[in-house]
C-alpha cells in the first residue's frame, strides 16, 4: 500500500511560481512512475505532468511546457513539481498519483493506482 501527501499549494499573483511535494510512504512507492494531475471546478481531473521511475522518461502537457518543471527524489520517496509563469488557468487542485509500472508514466488517470488527497493553487489575475 502507498500513501501519497501532497503540499506547496497556496494563493499566488499571475507570473509566480510554486513548488509541489509529494511524500510517498511505503518502500516500493520509489519503483512506481508517478504523475500530477489537476482538476478545476467543473472539468474533469487532467494529466500535468508524468515521469517514470527512474526519473529518464519524463513527459507534460501542452499547456505547461516550458513553464513546470517534474523531479523525483527516490531516496526521500519525494515528487516534486515546480511550477513557474503561473496563469489564472493554472487554477486547480493538483493531485499526485503513483502507477505500479516500470514503464513511462501513463497521462490516463484511471491507469493509476494510488492518489492523493490534493492541494489547491489559485492564481490571481
Known amino acids: 500500500q502507498v500513501q501519497l501527501v501532497e503540499s506547496g499549494g497556496g494563493l499566488v499573483q499571475a507570473g509566480g511560481s510554486l513548488r509541489l511535494s509529494c511524500a510517498a510512504s511505503?518502500?516500493?512507492?520509489?519503483?512506481?512512475?508517478m504523475g500530477w494531475f489537476r482538476q478545476a471546478p467543473g472539468k474533469g481531473r487532467e494529466f500535468v505532468a508524468g515521469?517514470?521511475?527512474?526519473?529518464?522518461?519524463?513527459s507534460y502537457a501542452d499547456f505547461v511546457k516550458g513553464r513546470f518543471t517534474i523531479s523525483r527524489d527516490n531516496a526521500k520517496n519525494s515528487l516534486y513539481l515546480q511550477m513557474n509563469s503561473l496563469k489564472p488557468e493554472d487554477t486547480a487542485n493538483y493531485y499526485c498519483?503513483?502507477?505500479?509500472?516500470?514503464?513511462?508514466?501513463?497521462?490516463?488517470?484511471?491507469?493509476?493506482?494510488?492518489w492523493g488527497q490534493g492541494t489547491q493553487v489559485t492564481v490571481s489575475s
Open positions: 511505503g518502500r516500493t512507492a520509489s519503483s512506481y512512475a
Open positions: 515521469i517514470d521511475w527512474s526519473g529518464g522518461r519524463i
Open positions: 498519483a503513483a502507477d505500479r509500472t516500470f514503464g513511462a508514466a501513463s497521462t490516463a488517470p484511471s491507469d493509476y493506482d494510488y
